[in-house]
Protein backbone atom coordinates (compact mmCIF):
# COMPACT_ATOMS: atom_id res chain seq x y z
CA UNK A 1 0.00 0.00 0.00
CA UNK A 2 1.19 3.46 -1.34
CA UNK A 3 1.24 6.42 1.68
CA UNK A 4 -1.56 7.69 2.59
CA UNK A 5 -0.68 11.17 1.55
CA UNK A 6 0.14 10.25 -2.20
CA UNK A 7 -3.33 9.40 -2.79
CA UNK A 8 -5.98 10.55 -0.28
CA UNK A 9 -8.58 13.24 -0.96
CA UNK A 10 -7.89 12.97 -4.73
CA UNK A 11 -11.69 13.82 -5.70
CA UNK A 12 -11.85 11.68 -8.88
CA UNK A 13 -11.93 8.18 -7.94
CA UNK A 14 -10.94 6.35 -11.13
CA UNK A 15 -7.96 8.88 -11.47
CA UNK A 16 -6.92 7.72 -7.67
CA UNK A 17 -7.39 4.26 -8.63
CA UNK A 18 -5.63 4.26 -11.63
CA UNK A 19 -2.62 6.32 -9.50
CA UNK A 20 -2.29 3.92 -6.85
CA UNK A 21 -2.27 1.04 -9.65
CA UNK A 22 0.63 2.23 -11.40
CA UNK A 23 1.91 2.96 -7.82
CA UNK A 24 1.50 -0.72 -6.83
CA UNK A 25 2.96 -2.12 -9.68
CA UNK A 26 5.47 -0.24 -10.18
CA UNK A 27 7.01 -1.11 -7.11
CA UNK A 28 6.36 -4.67 -7.65
CA UNK A 29 7.59 -4.76 -10.71
CA UNK A 30 10.10 -1.69 -10.88
CA UNK A 31 10.48 -0.11 -14.17
CA UNK A 32 12.04 -2.25 -16.38
CA UNK A 33 9.51 -5.14 -16.26
CA UNK A 34 6.43 -3.22 -16.21
CA UNK A 35 3.88 -3.55 -18.81
CA UNK A 36 0.50 -1.93 -19.33
CA UNK A 37 -0.86 -5.52 -18.49
CA UNK A 38 0.56 -5.41 -15.21
CA UNK A 39 -0.94 -2.13 -13.81
CA UNK A 40 -4.17 -3.07 -15.25
CA UNK A 41 -4.25 -6.37 -13.26
CA UNK A 42 -3.92 -3.94 -10.14
CA UNK A 43 -6.56 -1.69 -10.99
CA UNK A 44 -10.05 -2.83 -10.27
CA UNK A 45 -12.29 -0.91 -12.62
CA UNK A 46 -12.11 -1.74 -16.56
CA UNK A 47 -9.05 -2.48 -17.62
CA UNK A 48 -10.20 -0.91 -20.88
CA UNK A 49 -9.70 2.44 -19.57
CA UNK A 50 -6.18 2.22 -18.90
CA UNK A 51 -5.74 1.57 -22.66
CA UNK A 52 -8.32 4.29 -23.74
CA UNK A 53 -6.38 6.86 -21.24
CA UNK A 54 -2.83 5.98 -22.16
CA UNK A 55 -0.30 5.96 -25.13
CA UNK A 56 1.80 3.06 -23.76
CA UNK A 57 4.05 2.55 -20.18
CA UNK A 58 5.76 5.62 -20.32
CA UNK A 59 2.62 8.51 -21.11
CA UNK A 60 1.24 6.48 -17.86
CA UNK A 61 4.27 6.51 -15.93
CA UNK A 62 4.93 10.36 -17.14
CA UNK A 63 1.07 11.37 -15.99
CA UNK A 64 2.06 9.53 -12.45
CA UNK A 65 4.65 11.67 -11.78
CA UNK A 66 3.14 14.48 -12.93
CA UNK A 67 0.66 13.78 -10.47
CA UNK A 68 2.48 12.85 -7.64
CA UNK A 69 4.46 16.24 -8.21
CA UNK A 70 1.24 18.63 -8.49
CA UNK A 71 0.01 17.31 -4.88
CA UNK A 72 3.38 18.55 -3.56
CA UNK A 73 2.82 21.69 -5.42
CA UNK A 74 -0.21 22.26 -3.92
CA UNK A 75 -0.01 20.55 -0.71
CA UNK A 76 2.32 22.43 1.19
CA UNK A 77 2.27 25.88 0.59
CA UNK A 78 5.23 27.92 1.88
CA UNK A 79 3.65 30.13 4.24
CA UNK A 80 3.15 26.93 6.20
CA UNK A 81 7.37 26.67 7.07
CA UNK A 82 7.72 27.62 10.66
CA UNK A 83 11.33 28.93 11.39
CA UNK A 84 12.11 28.01 14.56
CA UNK A 85 15.26 25.64 16.34
CA UNK A 86 14.64 22.45 15.10
CA UNK A 87 15.05 23.92 11.46
CA UNK A 88 18.36 22.58 10.71
CA UNK A 89 16.81 19.03 12.01
CA UNK A 90 13.55 19.60 10.18
CA UNK A 91 15.57 20.38 6.97
CA UNK A 92 18.48 17.10 7.24
CA UNK A 93 14.76 14.91 7.88
CA UNK A 94 13.76 16.00 4.44
CA UNK A 95 16.98 15.37 2.51
CA UNK A 96 18.38 12.18 4.27
CA UNK A 97 14.85 10.63 5.82
CA UNK A 98 16.24 8.83 9.18
CA UNK A 99 15.36 4.91 7.96
CA UNK A 100 13.60 4.81 4.82
CA UNK A 101 11.04 1.59 5.45
CA UNK A 102 10.91 -1.35 2.66
CA UNK A 103 7.89 -0.02 1.10
CA UNK A 104 9.42 3.64 0.49
CA UNK A 105 12.75 2.06 -0.27
CA UNK A 106 10.94 0.32 -3.64
CA UNK A 107 9.37 3.22 -4.60
CA UNK A 108 12.96 5.15 -4.44
CA UNK A 109 14.02 2.29 -6.65
CA UNK A 110 11.31 2.97 -8.82
CA UNK A 111 11.52 6.83 -9.14
CA UNK A 112 15.62 5.98 -10.07
CA UNK A 113 14.76 3.82 -12.72
CA UNK A 114 12.27 6.47 -14.04
CA UNK A 115 14.79 8.71 -13.70
CA UNK A 116 17.34 6.88 -15.20
CA UNK A 117 15.30 7.53 -18.44
CA UNK A 118 15.52 10.78 -18.14
CA UNK A 119 19.37 10.74 -20.12
CA UNK A 120 17.53 9.63 -23.37
CA UNK A 121 13.65 10.72 -22.93
CA UNK A 122 13.22 14.60 -23.19
CA UNK A 123 9.32 13.77 -21.64
CA UNK A 124 11.31 12.16 -18.30
CA UNK A 125 13.99 14.89 -18.66
CA UNK A 126 11.68 17.40 -18.19
CA UNK A 127 9.76 15.98 -15.14
CA UNK A 128 13.01 15.98 -13.38
CA UNK A 129 14.43 19.66 -14.76
CA UNK A 130 10.22 20.82 -12.98
CA UNK A 131 10.66 18.71 -9.83
CA UNK A 132 14.33 19.63 -8.90
CA UNK A 133 13.33 22.99 -9.47
CA UNK A 134 10.51 22.65 -6.94
CA UNK A 135 12.26 20.73 -4.49
CA UNK A 136 14.99 24.11 -4.59
CA UNK A 137 12.21 26.57 -4.55
CA UNK A 138 11.01 24.84 -1.65
CA UNK A 139 14.54 24.64 0.03
CA UNK A 140 14.95 28.01 -0.79
CA UNK A 141 11.54 29.26 0.84
CA UNK A 142 12.22 27.21 4.23
CA UNK A 143 15.66 28.59 4.73
CA UNK A 144 14.87 31.95 4.10
CA UNK A 145 12.27 31.41 5.70
CA UNK A 146 14.54 29.95 8.92
CA UNK A 147 16.79 33.32 8.50
CA UNK A 148 14.41 35.30 8.79
CA UNK A 149 13.42 33.64 12.01
CA UNK A 150 17.20 33.55 13.48
CA UNK A 151 17.59 29.89 13.03
CA UNK A 152 20.26 30.11 10.54
CA UNK A 153 22.55 32.06 9.78
CA UNK A 154 22.39 34.95 7.15
CA UNK A 155 23.69 32.36 4.25
CA UNK A 156 22.93 32.63 0.63
CA UNK A 157 19.81 30.67 0.30
CA UNK A 158 19.65 29.98 -3.43
CA UNK A 159 22.78 28.23 -3.38
CA UNK A 160 22.39 26.49 -0.34
CA UNK A 161 19.05 25.07 -1.97
CA UNK A 162 20.58 24.54 -4.87
CA UNK A 163 23.75 22.17 -2.93
CA UNK A 164 21.01 20.68 -0.67
CA UNK A 165 18.51 19.24 -3.61
CA UNK A 166 22.01 18.10 -5.13
CA UNK A 167 22.73 16.16 -2.06
CA UNK A 168 18.94 15.03 -1.57
CA UNK A 169 19.23 13.29 -5.08
CA UNK A 170 22.86 11.87 -4.03
CA UNK A 171 21.48 10.57 -0.90
CA UNK A 172 18.28 8.65 -2.68
CA UNK A 173 20.61 7.07 -5.51
CA UNK A 174 23.51 5.91 -2.86
CA UNK A 175 20.15 4.57 -1.01
CA UNK A 176 18.74 2.22 -3.44
CA UNK A 177 22.01 1.22 -5.93
CA UNK A 178 24.61 0.40 -3.00
CA UNK A 179 24.89 -2.10 0.24
CA UNK A 180 24.93 -1.25 3.58
CA UNK A 181 23.67 2.26 3.09
CA UNK A 182 23.38 3.77 6.41
CA UNK A 183 20.97 6.61 6.80
CA UNK A 184 22.64 7.54 9.96
CA UNK A 185 26.08 8.25 9.03
CA UNK A 186 25.21 10.28 6.01
CA UNK A 187 23.09 12.59 7.59
CA UNK A 188 25.46 13.08 10.52
CA UNK A 189 28.09 13.77 7.72
CA UNK A 190 26.04 16.30 6.42
CA UNK A 191 25.21 17.79 9.70
CA UNK A 192 29.01 17.79 10.38
CA UNK A 193 29.48 20.27 6.88
CA UNK A 194 26.30 22.31 7.38
CA UNK A 195 26.29 23.14 10.97
CA UNK A 196 29.29 25.16 10.16
CA UNK A 197 27.44 26.85 6.78
CA UNK A 198 23.94 27.08 8.22
CA UNK A 199 24.07 27.59 12.28
CA UNK A 200 23.94 31.78 12.91
CA UNK A 201 27.38 33.54 13.47
CA UNK A 202 29.22 30.63 11.25
CA UNK A 203 29.41 32.63 8.51
CA UNK A 204 31.63 35.15 10.15
CA UNK A 205 28.49 37.73 10.55
CA UNK A 206 27.03 36.73 13.88
CA UNK A 207 23.20 37.11 14.09
CA UNK A 208 21.49 37.48 16.72
CA UNK A 209 20.49 33.90 17.46
CA UNK A 210 18.77 33.40 21.18
CA UNK A 211 16.57 35.82 21.01
CA UNK B 1 36.77 8.01 -29.28
CA UNK B 2 36.85 7.24 -25.30
CA UNK B 3 38.97 9.38 -23.38
CA UNK B 4 42.98 8.20 -23.84
CA UNK B 5 43.60 8.16 -20.56
CA UNK B 6 40.84 5.27 -20.10
CA UNK B 7 42.07 2.60 -22.47
CA UNK B 8 45.95 3.77 -22.91
CA UNK B 9 48.95 1.39 -21.48
CA UNK B 10 47.01 -1.86 -21.25
CA UNK B 11 49.11 -4.56 -21.79
CA UNK B 12 46.20 -6.86 -22.96
CA UNK B 13 45.63 -5.90 -26.73
CA UNK B 14 42.54 -7.97 -27.28
CA UNK B 15 41.16 -6.84 -23.34
CA UNK B 16 41.81 -3.19 -24.01
CA UNK B 17 40.08 -3.65 -27.78
CA UNK B 18 37.26 -5.18 -26.04
CA UNK B 19 36.79 -2.67 -23.30
CA UNK B 20 37.22 0.33 -25.56
CA UNK B 21 34.15 -1.60 -28.21
CA UNK B 22 31.90 -2.04 -24.83
CA UNK B 23 32.65 1.68 -24.63
CA UNK B 24 31.96 3.30 -28.11
CA UNK B 25 28.64 0.96 -28.16
CA UNK B 26 27.29 2.08 -24.83
CA UNK B 27 27.96 5.70 -25.97
CA UNK B 28 26.37 4.94 -28.72
CA UNK B 29 23.32 2.91 -28.20
CA UNK B 30 22.79 3.48 -24.28
CA UNK B 31 22.78 0.52 -21.93
CA UNK B 32 18.67 -0.07 -23.09
CA UNK B 33 19.23 -0.71 -26.70
CA UNK B 34 22.69 -2.93 -26.27
CA UNK B 35 23.65 -6.19 -27.21
CA UNK B 36 26.33 -8.03 -27.16
CA UNK B 37 25.72 -7.96 -30.99
CA UNK B 38 26.50 -3.84 -30.92
CA UNK B 39 29.49 -4.29 -29.11
CA UNK B 40 31.09 -7.04 -30.71
CA UNK B 41 30.22 -4.79 -34.46
CA UNK B 42 32.81 -1.90 -32.95
CA UNK B 43 34.58 -5.16 -31.99
CA UNK B 44 37.75 -5.71 -34.97
CA UNK B 45 38.81 -8.57 -33.56
CA UNK B 46 36.87 -12.24 -33.85
CA UNK B 47 33.65 -11.69 -32.59
CA UNK B 48 33.43 -15.20 -31.75
CA UNK B 49 36.01 -14.09 -28.86
CA UNK B 50 33.27 -12.08 -27.13
CA UNK B 51 30.55 -14.60 -27.26
CA UNK B 52 32.89 -16.84 -25.74
CA UNK B 53 34.26 -14.57 -23.00
CA UNK B 54 30.99 -13.76 -21.84
CA UNK B 55 27.43 -14.69 -20.66
CA UNK B 56 25.63 -11.74 -22.29
CA UNK B 57 25.69 -7.87 -21.96
CA UNK B 58 25.79 -7.33 -18.23
CA UNK B 59 28.48 -10.03 -17.68
CA UNK B 60 30.52 -7.79 -20.08
CA UNK B 61 29.31 -4.48 -18.58
CA UNK B 62 30.26 -5.72 -15.11
CA UNK B 63 33.73 -6.50 -16.31
CA UNK B 64 33.85 -2.89 -18.35
CA UNK B 65 32.91 -0.78 -14.99
CA UNK B 66 35.44 -3.48 -13.08
CA UNK B 67 37.90 -2.57 -15.37
CA UNK B 68 37.73 1.04 -14.92
CA UNK B 69 37.40 1.16 -11.85
CA UNK B 70 40.37 -0.71 -11.57
CA UNK B 71 42.74 1.39 -13.70
CA UNK B 72 41.71 4.62 -11.12
CA UNK B 73 42.49 2.45 -8.04
CA UNK B 74 46.00 1.52 -9.41
CA UNK B 75 46.67 5.17 -11.31
CA UNK B 76 46.35 7.91 -8.76
CA UNK B 77 47.91 6.74 -5.93
CA UNK B 78 47.14 8.96 -2.81
CA UNK B 79 51.09 9.97 -2.16
CA UNK B 80 50.85 11.95 -5.40
CA UNK B 81 48.04 14.58 -3.78
CA UNK B 82 49.67 17.70 -3.45
CA UNK B 83 47.99 20.02 -0.66
CA UNK B 84 48.28 23.72 -1.99
CA UNK B 85 46.34 27.15 -2.00
CA UNK B 86 44.46 26.06 -4.90
CA UNK B 87 43.40 22.37 -2.88
CA UNK B 88 39.22 23.80 -2.76
CA UNK B 89 39.06 24.02 -6.63
CA UNK B 90 41.47 21.18 -7.42
CA UNK B 91 38.71 19.15 -5.25
CA UNK B 92 35.89 21.53 -6.84
CA UNK B 93 37.33 20.19 -10.05
CA UNK B 94 36.62 16.45 -9.44
CA UNK B 95 32.72 17.18 -7.80
CA UNK B 96 31.43 19.22 -10.65
CA UNK B 97 33.76 19.42 -13.87
CA UNK B 98 33.29 23.10 -15.49
CA UNK B 99 31.65 21.78 -18.72
CA UNK B 100 31.88 18.23 -19.50
CA UNK B 101 32.08 17.86 -23.22
CA UNK B 102 29.23 16.39 -25.55
CA UNK B 103 31.32 12.53 -25.71
CA UNK B 104 31.89 12.50 -22.15
CA UNK B 105 28.19 13.17 -21.36
CA UNK B 106 27.39 10.52 -23.57
CA UNK B 107 29.46 8.42 -20.88
CA UNK B 108 27.76 9.47 -17.94
CA UNK B 109 24.84 8.77 -19.51
CA UNK B 110 25.38 5.14 -20.20
CA UNK B 111 27.01 5.15 -16.07
CA UNK B 112 23.63 6.35 -15.19
CA UNK B 113 21.81 3.74 -16.79
CA UNK B 114 24.20 1.54 -15.33
CA UNK B 115 23.90 2.52 -11.52
CA UNK B 116 19.96 2.23 -12.27
CA UNK B 117 20.69 -1.58 -12.98
CA UNK B 118 21.80 -1.77 -9.56
CA UNK B 119 18.43 -0.72 -8.03
CA UNK B 120 17.86 -4.58 -8.71
CA UNK B 121 20.46 -6.39 -9.71
CA UNK B 122 23.18 -7.31 -6.70
CA UNK B 123 25.80 -7.32 -8.92
CA UNK B 124 25.63 -3.56 -10.45
CA UNK B 125 25.12 -3.25 -6.48
CA UNK B 126 28.57 -4.46 -5.38
CA UNK B 127 30.22 -2.55 -7.94
CA UNK B 128 29.02 0.66 -7.43
CA UNK B 129 29.15 -0.14 -3.18
CA UNK B 130 33.07 -0.76 -3.96
CA UNK B 131 33.29 3.19 -6.49
CA UNK B 132 31.48 4.75 -3.95
CA UNK B 133 33.90 3.77 -1.41
CA UNK B 134 37.16 4.23 -3.74
CA UNK B 135 35.44 8.07 -3.89
CA UNK B 136 35.26 8.25 -0.41
CA UNK B 137 38.77 7.09 0.08
CA UNK B 138 40.41 9.19 -2.37
CA UNK B 139 38.51 12.79 -1.44
CA UNK B 140 39.64 11.64 2.43
CA UNK B 141 43.03 11.24 1.56
CA UNK B 142 43.01 14.32 -0.53
CA UNK B 143 41.37 16.27 2.36
CA UNK B 144 44.07 15.17 5.27
CA UNK B 145 46.97 16.13 3.04
CA UNK B 146 45.57 19.39 2.60
CA UNK B 147 44.73 19.79 6.36
CA UNK B 148 48.20 18.72 6.98
CA UNK B 149 49.61 21.34 4.54
CA UNK B 150 47.25 23.68 6.11
CA UNK B 151 45.51 24.60 2.91
CA UNK B 152 42.11 23.33 4.27
CA UNK B 153 40.71 23.57 8.03
CA UNK B 154 41.00 21.17 10.58
CA UNK B 155 37.51 19.14 9.39
CA UNK B 156 36.01 16.20 10.06
CA UNK B 157 37.81 14.66 6.82
CA UNK B 158 35.63 11.14 6.35
CA UNK B 159 32.47 12.85 7.30
CA UNK B 160 33.18 15.82 4.33
CA UNK B 161 34.60 12.74 2.18
CA UNK B 162 31.47 11.23 2.39
CA UNK B 163 29.08 14.51 1.36
CA UNK B 164 31.21 15.23 -1.22
CA UNK B 165 30.64 11.69 -2.48
CA UNK B 166 27.15 12.14 -2.51
CA UNK B 167 27.26 15.71 -4.15
CA UNK B 168 29.13 13.93 -6.92
CA UNK B 169 26.63 11.37 -7.72
CA UNK B 170 23.92 13.95 -7.23
CA UNK B 171 25.40 16.19 -9.86
CA UNK B 172 26.16 13.38 -11.85
CA UNK B 173 22.70 12.59 -12.14
CA UNK B 174 21.34 15.94 -12.38
CA UNK B 175 23.46 16.45 -15.63
CA UNK B 176 22.46 13.99 -17.50
CA UNK B 177 18.88 13.69 -16.06
CA UNK B 178 17.68 17.42 -16.62
CA UNK B 179 17.33 20.28 -19.38
CA UNK B 180 19.55 23.53 -18.72
CA UNK B 181 22.17 22.15 -15.94
CA UNK B 182 24.76 24.43 -15.39
CA UNK B 183 28.13 23.13 -13.83
CA UNK B 184 29.06 26.78 -13.60
CA UNK B 185 25.82 27.59 -10.77
CA UNK B 186 26.12 24.79 -9.26
CA UNK B 187 30.10 24.70 -8.70
CA UNK B 188 29.37 28.10 -7.31
CA UNK B 189 26.69 27.06 -4.83
CA UNK B 190 28.97 24.44 -3.80
CA UNK B 191 31.80 26.67 -3.11
CA UNK B 192 30.03 29.07 -1.01
CA UNK B 193 28.50 25.98 0.90
CA UNK B 194 32.36 24.35 1.52
CA UNK B 195 33.82 27.52 1.89
CA UNK B 196 32.50 28.18 5.16
CA UNK B 197 33.57 24.55 6.35
CA UNK B 198 36.99 23.82 4.65
CA UNK B 199 38.67 27.01 4.44
CA UNK B 200 40.95 27.47 7.56
CA UNK B 201 39.43 28.76 10.87
CA UNK B 202 36.30 28.25 9.33
CA UNK B 203 35.40 25.70 11.94
CA UNK B 204 35.68 27.86 14.73
CA UNK B 205 38.83 26.28 15.58
CA UNK B 206 41.54 28.30 13.71
CA UNK B 207 44.36 26.19 12.38
CA UNK B 208 47.98 27.13 11.52
CA UNK B 209 47.18 28.23 7.93
CA UNK B 210 50.14 30.33 7.09
CA UNK B 211 52.74 28.11 8.05
Known amino acids: MPPAELFGGVEDDTRAAIMQATYDALCEHGYANLTIQRIADEFPKSKSLLYHHYDGKDDLLLDFLDFLLTRLEEQAPPGECTGDADTLEAILERIVPPAP ?6 FL ?77 HREAL ?5 AHLLPGS ?5 DANR
Chains 1, 2 share one sequence.
Open 191 to 195: ESVLE
Open 101 to 106: PNDRLE
Open 109 to 185: RAITELRAQATHDPAYREHFTRSDAFFRNRFRQLLERAVDDGAVADIDTAATATVLVTVTNGSMLEAVTTEGYDPGI
Open 203 to 207: DGAPT
